[in-house]
């Protein structure tokens, strides 16, 4: 025999207050998704092991009232799952912090680099979601998925490096590597990894630019263990990078092959440069061209 809740008993009270709290969350919840928006953005979809995942979370307020946002640590939150559905194992939490208000009509864009505060190291389909909670409201609102790609590379060429600690000390030895990947499967990309010698640990994986399939880029270390890497990224261009042992893009060059091959040589003192080519200016080395009016008046 089933008993029957009746008006009055203990129980009943209960459940009438389990619903109307139900029922409260879900209307909250109804309004803010409605009335706040989440969406989350990425400047690319495909990422090698270890590379930034640079997100950009845009909140759209209309509300009809201002917002005040980034009081608590857990404002904004982040989830992240693979293609089968298992959730990635967070490292730490992603730091949003800091105050703004959010006038009615308006936008906010929060953005942050999701790389070290997931595992996301496997090769595989992933998806971000974004969770805004807005105290003020007892709700939360939750983002679109937004998924993503993690590809391997493919090995060009690697060198192990010293890297001084200090006088009278064993330098800590590094690697690095050049990987090529098919990028939206129809660019090459030239990626660079700094890692430890046995490739266990990571330090930065950086993305150096476009290259055509045919080209075999050129790389040097120099004596203070910065590498030198010059590659073919279009029909005519030769793309150059100077890059820092902690992996660092310090210089960025582009050259022309209108006369000649560009190419990297070494010189008595163990200076890398690169000879051959037309190299092309930067925009601040351009002459300044003052408009007509700035001009000073023609002598008579």
Not at 258 to 278: A, H, I, K, M, Y
Request: aromatic share 8%; charged share 20%.
């Amino acid at each position: 025999m089933i008993a029957t809740p009746v008006r009055g008993s203990n129980l009943y009270g209960t459940h009438m207050k389990t619903f109307l709290v139900a029922v409260i969350a879900a209307l909250a919840l109804g309004r803010a998704s409605a009335q706040v928006t989440v969406e989350v953005t990425l400047d690319q979809e495909q990422f090698l092991p270890s590379e930034s995942v640079p997100v950009a979370v845009k909140i759209t307020n209309r509300s009809g009232q201002s917002l005040h946002l980034g009081t608590e640590l857990d404002w904004l939150t982040f989830s992240v799952e693979s293609a089968d559905s298992s959730v990635v194992i967070k490292n730490s939490e992603v730091p949003v912090l800091g105050e703004f208000d959010l006038e009615s009509s308006q936008q906010a864009i929060k953005r942050v680099d999701l790389q070290s505060h997931f595992a996301m190291n496997k090769q595989g389909r992933y998806k971000i979601v974004a969770t805004l909670r807005i105290k003020a409201w007892a709700a939360s609102v939750a983002s679109p998925p937004k998924a993503f790609d993690v590809i391997n590379g493919a090995n060009l060429w690697a060198q192990d490096f010293g890297v001084p600690t200090g006088t009278n000390t064993a330098p800590e030895v590094r690697k690095y590597t050049l990987e090529q990947a098919n990028y939206l499967r129809s660019q090459l990309r030239l990626y660079l990894q700094v890692s430890d010698a046995a490739q266990s640990r990571v330090y930065r994986v950086e993305a150096l630019g476009p290259m055509v399939s045919f080209s075999q880029p050129e790389a040097q270390v120099d004596r203070v263990s910065q590498l030198h890497v010059l590659w073919q990224a279009g029909a005519q261009m030769f793309a150059y990078c100077l890059i820092s042992p902690n992996g660092t893009v310090l210089q960025r060059e582009s050259y022309d092959n209108f006369t000649s091959r560009p190419r990297l040589t070494v010189n008595e003192g163990g200076d890398v440069l690169v000879v051959g080519g037309t190299r092309r200016m930067h925009p601040a080395e351009l002459p300044m061209v003052k408009s007509p009016i700035e001009l000073p008046a023609p002598r008579r």
